[in-house]
């Protein structure tokens, strides 16, 4: 594993890391020499540094799932990656097993006698270092894991805390460090700046004939987007309008807060997570929004929704709903009305979304009322296939040929529905299924419930 | 002294007193650390119910069932045969009944309205056997199964041994079998028992424990947000 | 009481061929010998010459003198023991004092080497002053008398493991014969006391064969003390059904159900009382009503209560174990307190 050269500092991160986006999955170029580990840190220091910012996610509840672990390795049976290669090193716990080490030796109860009698080895730089690929490349935080443990230990959540140590110990995968490094500077992990986002909701409005308002004073609702949509389906972007527009609501962008996807989450660093959060919470305020509506995007959704007040230190002042729950909603009121799309469709679930999200029968409320024949794959809704793409993993092209084996999963989950229509409600699924389509010349292609539904939107001759 | 007294006295009394002191030492010291209030709008504010968990996670999806039928039946075959050993055989239940009376003063009946139920000794024959093939047999699934091979360490064979131990000596002293003296046998038989009392707070038996706070939390923490349990 | 065999002192006494016969024949049974067995032993009884027996009592309750002389009417056993030529007995002897010392040490004078030495009760240690007889401590006596000796036989649980003198505190320093007696033969007959015909079986056996039975680990006659009273108790199915008693006068107790509840100690008890039974096989404290107390193994007494049930021990206390758990809680209180200042630093460097 290459380290990023000791005079980095003030290089062009845009020279050094240009982003790839014009190939089905939107990330950076693939490297040729990959700079997984960051900084100019010694190996000690590393691993102090990730020890420190493990010991920072010890409190109770993750204490208690330390503790519980029986090694009973049920946890490998829902999990995609293991599911596909059978490699035990994809059990989801032993992804865990430095930070466990670290809880045992270093703070649980009996830390004192772990160290004493080695009763378990101390986290090694190496052990981090080949615990990167474990961490980053086969996990996407999907939480079938958290669903099967006999124990009830939430691992997916526990995997998320263990990338605080490992960002800090700069062991970041090459891509994954790159957008999040660009987010936190730039506002967008794609190229999607302030400007960038302004620029092209103006041609947007135009071309489409559709009203899109940015950075009104003051608005009911504030609407966020994801980058993927800005830079990959702006078509979402015009959805987005339309939907907002038929339903007579007062919204409107602002450029001060508009990125919902959030790559401190994903890629480790919890300061970076709290500044992209506050950045849509201070958005909100500042326009006295009673609904903050997040896009198709499934991380984004666990950052605000549930990860939001803890950012914000309070409760937040306004409603946050996922676009397909604002849907649901307005389907339940009457207020928002479409046509019958006489089709057959089966839904993914975008596991940040429904299963650890809780936002399962909305897009099913929105499905009924286009009139479509929903063809349920199996399994569903909860216990839903992970698309492979999420947890920043669509973005490292080292973890591609992983992630294609994983896809073959949907792929056949889908054509065993044999439904004509594939729908999800998370652009990062969509176009994790767009790279997969183009790998494997699959027939099908992923469609957004939004844009569905501003498709065959009924509105008034006026 | 011999072994057998040995077995009922001095090693009774501090492996009795270990394990209270290691379970509270353990427990306490989780317990007692810091928590977040979740501060996010919940869509299901009774948090409690989210304590549901602790029963509904005791059998799996159907959609995880293929890959865990094995260790769920097992697991649940030697848990209720040494449960039920433990727990309902009358010389095992006359030493609960001794340290209850100890602590509380009057006895379980006097308290209760009824007697501790006793289950006839060939029940406990067969459970116990039951127990100790379903031992045998996810041993040989964590020595052969590629995933388990990885993730084991020495906690979960010593835990193994020292879980299996009283129910094999058991068994001997029983049958009055293994060509020692039945007083070797049955001290022995004691002694393992006090091997998993003085072990059970310091390796994985503490999810006996832990499992009602594990799954409680992820059950409240899962349920305030409507997924899925 | 003369030099004559055994045999002619039965027919002096009037008994018949065929109740001497039935008499070996029973006492073959007993023993667990074959019936092919009865000749020889009919053959060495007839013939044997009435050795010296000299019985020294030290720290005993006269118990086991009771039983063995529990005689009902004339019986063939009662016949055997005075066959016997029993030397120096207190309980049974007429003379007392000087004539009764002498006796003791003619018999001993003149049998030296082949008298078989029968001891009851303990043997103090701690001060002479605790058991004297003539003037003469116990343990010297033990050590002289067993000096000449042919086989001692520690009849009942004092003489054979210490018994109740040995009990916590043990005042007197009693130990048992076999830990004073150390180059002879014994034979530990365990009771309190041992059942009358488990002792003049294992005289029986001495003299059909001229040698010390077959012994367990603590020196017991195997023929008796093989089994344990739980595997031969008439009461074994309620136990095995889980039916016991739960009071001395409960539906339980009046059907008869297993008292091991109530302390019986049957299970790790070596004797014949659920076979042989007592008095003449009318019945045994089981039958009774009351559970076992073991008193046939060493320290009894000290095994914690006769009515508390084997399965339990010595836990400790409520007060023990509260200490034990105040320490956890404090150590417990410790280890998260040390964690908490860990972050809280952390932080605060970040």
Known sequence: ?462 | MTLLDFARGPALQWSVAIFVFGLLWRLVGVFLLRTKKDLSAPRNPAAWKGLRLIALRSWPRKEFLEGTAFGEVMGYAFHLGFLVTLFFYVPHLLFFESVFEGLIGTDFEGLFGFAWPALPTGVITFLSAVSIAALVAVLVHRITNPVKRLISNFDDYLSWFLTAAPLVTGMLAYAHAGGLRYETLLGLHILSAEALLAWFPFGKLIHAFTIFAARGSTGMIFDRRGASL | MGNSTLGEYLRARGVSRRGFLQFCMTSATLMGMAPSMVPRIAEALESAKRPSVIWLPFQECTGCTESITRAHGATIESMIFEAISLDYQHTLQAAAGDAAEHAREKAMKDNWGKYLLVVDGSVPTADAGYGTIAGVSNLEMLKEAAAGCAAVVAVGSCAAFGGIPMANPNPTGAVAVSDVVKDKPIINISGCPPIPVVITGVLMQYLTFGKVPELDALGRPKAFFGQNIHDRCYRRPFYERGQFAETFDDEGAKKGWCLFKLGCKGPVTYNACATAKWNNGTSFPIEAGHGCIGCSEPRFWDKGGFYKPLSTGDWGSGATLAVAAGAGVALGAAAAALGRKRQKDVEAQS
Request: net charge negative; with cysteine; proline share 5%.
């Open chain 1, 1 to 462: 594993m290459s380290t990023r050269p000791p005079d980095a500092a003030g290089r062009d991160v845009n020279q050094e890391f240009p982003l790839e986006l014009d190939e089905p999955r939107f990330s950076v170029k693939e490297p040729k020499i990959r700079y997984d580990m960051q900084g100019d840190l010694t190996d000690e220091q590393r691993v102090a540094a990730a020890m420190k910012n493990f010991v920072k996610d010890f409190g109770r509840t993750a204490a208690v799932y330390m503790e519980s672990c029986i090694h009973c390795g049920m946890c490998a049976e829902a999990c995609h990656f293991h599911e596909v290669t059978k490699d035990p090193r994809y059990t989801p716990i032993w992804k865990l097993e430095p930070f466990k080490q670290a809880y045992k030796r270093e703070y649980g109860p009996f830390a004192l006698f772990f160290r004493l009698f080695n009763l378990k080895p101390k986290v090694t730089h190496e052990q981090l270092a080949e615990w990167q690929h474990l961490l980053y490349d086969s996990c996407t935080v999907c939480g079938r894991c958290s669903l099967m443990c006999p124990m009830g230990i939430d691992i997916a959540t526990l995997i998320s805390q263990a990338r605080h140590g490992m960002f800090h110990a700069g062991l970041v995968p090459h891509e994954l460090y790159a957008v999040a490094e660009r987010a936190k500077r730039e506002g967008s992990p794609l190229g999607a700046t302030p400007q960038v986002f302004a620029d092209r909701v103006d041609w947007l409005a135009d071309d489409h004939e559709v009203e899109i308002p940015l950075d009104k004073d003051k608005a009911e609702v504030l609407c966020t987007m994801s980058s993927i949509e800005i830079m990959k389906y702006p078509e979402s972007v015009v959805a987005t309008a339309r939907v907002m527009n038929h339903l007579g609501v007062d919204w409107t962008f602002r450029t001060d807060g508009y990125e919902a996807t959030n790559f401190g989450l994903l890629s480790g660093n919890a300061a970076w997570q709290k500044q992209m959060t506050m950045k849509l919470i201070d958005a909100a305020v500042a326009c006295g929004a009673k609904t903050l509506i997040l896009p198709e995007c499934g991380h984004a959704y666990m950052a605000l929704r549930w990860m939001g007040a803890a950012m914000y230190g309070k409760p937040l002042p306004f409603r946050v709903l996922h676009m397909a729950e604002f849907l649901a909603e307005n389907v339940r009121d009457k207020r928002l009305r479409v046509r019958k799309v006489r089709q057959s469709v089966t839904f993914h679930d975008p596991c940040q979304v429904s299963r650890r999200g809780g936002a399962t029968e909305a897009p099913r409320e929105v499905l009924a009322a286009l009139g479509v024949e929903l063809r349920e794959m199996h399994p569903t809704k909860g216990t839903n296939w992970c698309c492979g793409g999420g947890g920043g993993v669509v973005a490292i092209h080292r973890a591609d040929k992983l992630r294609h084996q994983v896809f073959q999963i949907k792929m056949k989950q889908i054509d065993d529905t044999g439904a004509e229509l594939a729908v999800t409600s998370c652009a990062n699924c969509r176009q994790t299924f767009d790279d997969g389509q183009a790998h494997f010349n699959w027939d099908k292609t992923m469609h957004s419930l939004l844009e569905l539904v501003a498709d065959n939107l009924i509105e008034d001759e006026a």
